[in-house]
């Protein structure tokens, strides 16, 4: 949300609706809308011209209002900046593409050595080294923003710069009170979340590795393992992450991406991020479409070659059933746990797909954490859960209206995977019937059928 408005942003959205509309006639996965809050950012103010800034030149940010770079001096529109700052700090611009280190300083002024130079341009955003900002993870803004969420009917928030689980507590609990079903990403992008990892990941609903501001507030060599770190506690809470942020950076430009971006989200794959993502690439890039199709193949290519590489065993052997994890459950979710672990074995053994039923998407998700080899395509009869799903590692939902026969609701949904050349005739599924709602079983009964495709 830090550009556009919320007109330009709702065209967006209906945009997705009417595609979604047309995908749910052809029996095809859905498009999720997540919407990304600005957070508090920090920012230099407007300049009259630009400033080339050489290497040893002085500058000062001010929190006084009115310079526009006269005599090097730049606003910075946070009044608290002259207290987070000390001496010997290290202001980042842009995520260092420029570098200021902190010489004195006042109640209203930062005096700098321009350590890294460039053109300063207006409304840069600053980051100081290893340091978040005294300010409140959700703005005035955010809130305003998030409003508009519910009345669009967003599926994700992404909330920006989140210190502790308190705050991802208090936007979970505002949208259950707006009977909004959306769920609640954090994205890890300061030195303060880091501090307090484990316990925002515990409140979320899932996250997203945001490397740029990361790599801007802490030493970029810790970006790649803090990246691995974020992906291993999601996997075994078994909340969906995202890795985000410079992934085809050079394809704003470019045609074509380096080899070392096709790296990078090979990394990403490998680690078991369940979504990689794209952003200024497809925001204001000349190559949108061509970044998403480069992203989309290198995914799938890396993806593909894990299961004969042994990779995809490794990444689901970091996921095996932990009877002391499973004593912190209650029962039920401890059964459904098992019986998910359980499901994947027998799908991995005998090589087949799985196809889950479900209202809530629950084990949809819970099969997705073990990292089947094959497909999971969760049908569903609720067009937001379907929706959901689509962040999911593995999942591939689809939309079905359930009838009270089990049996024809089963060759309904083998028939549109049948029909959309997703399965063929005589090939062995898994069909899983569990859950945390019911559907065509007692509360106790937990069961899965291995059933060929009939021809």
């Known amino acids: 949300m830090s550009h556009g408005n919320h007109e330009s942003h709702m065209k967006v959205v209906e945009v997705v609706r009417s595609y979604n509309r047309r995908a749910a006639e052809r029996h095809e996965p859905l498009v999720a809308v997540m919407l990304d809050t600005k957070g508090p950012e920090v920012r230099s103010g407007d300049l009259s011209d630009p400033l080339l800034l050489k290497k040893g030149d002085k500058v000062v940010l001010t929190t006084v209002d009115g310079s526009r770079g006269n005599n090097n001096t730049i606003t910075v529109n946070y009044s608290g900046f002259t207290d987070d700052v000390e001496v010997g700090d290290h202001v980042l611009v842009d995520g260092g593409l420029m570098s200021f280190v902190v010489e004195t300083k006042t109640e209203t002024t930062v005096s700098c050595r321009v350590e890294d130079g460039g053109l300063m341009k207006s409304r840069r955003h600053l980051n100081v080294r290893g340091k978040s900002a005294n300010l409140p993870s959700i703005t005035t803004k955010d809130w305003e923003d998030i409003e508009f969420g519910i009345q669009a009917g967003v599926d994700f928030y992404a909330l920006s710069f989140v210190k502790d689980a308190d705050i991802v507590r208090e936007l979970s609990e505002f949208l259950k009170s707006r009977q909004s079903e959306a769920r609640v990403l954090v994205k890890i992008e300061s030195a303060d979340s ?29 970006v790649p393992i803090l990246q691995k770190r974020i992906i291993d506690i999601c996997r075994k809470m078994g909340k969906p992450v995202i890795v985000a942020t410079n992934m085809l950076e050079s394809m704003i430009e470019n045609p074509t991406p380096t080899r070392a971006e096709v790296s990078d989200i090979a990394v990403a794959v490998r680690e078991g991020a369940d979504a990689v993502m794209l952003s200024g690439e497809t925001a204001f890039g000349a190559y949108a479409l061509k970044s998403l199709e480069v992203m989309t193949t290198v995914a799938e290519r890396i993806h593909d070659s894990m299961g004969s590489s042994g990779d995809l065993g490794l990444q689901r052997e970091s996921t095996l059933l932990d009877l002391n994890v499973l004593a912190q459950f209650e029962t039920g979710a401890a059964m459904s746990h098992t019986f998910a672990y359980h499901a994947t074995l027998l799908s991995n053994t005998i090589g087949t797909p799985l196809v889950v039923f479900t209202r809530k998407g629950t084990m949809a998700a819970l099969l997705s954490q073990y990292r089947p080899f094959g497909l999971i395509f969760a049908f569903t009869d609720n067009p937001e859960v379907q929706r959901r799903l689509a962040l999911y590692h593995g999942v591939h939902a689809l939309g079905l209206d359930f009838s009270d026969d089990a049996e024809e609701t089963f060759n309904r949904a083998l028939g549109v995977l049948k029909g959309k050349g997703l399965i063929h005739s005589g090939q062995q599924v898994a069909v899983v019937r569990s859950g945390q709602q019911p559907i065509w079983r007692q509360d106790s009964t937990h069961l899965i059928q291995v059933k060929p495709v009939p021809v």
């Open 194 to 222: 880091i501090k307090n990892l484990y316990s925002i990941l515990e409140a979320s609903d899932g996250a997203m590795v945001a490397r740029g501001d990361l790599g801007a507030e802490l030493p970029f060599e810790e």
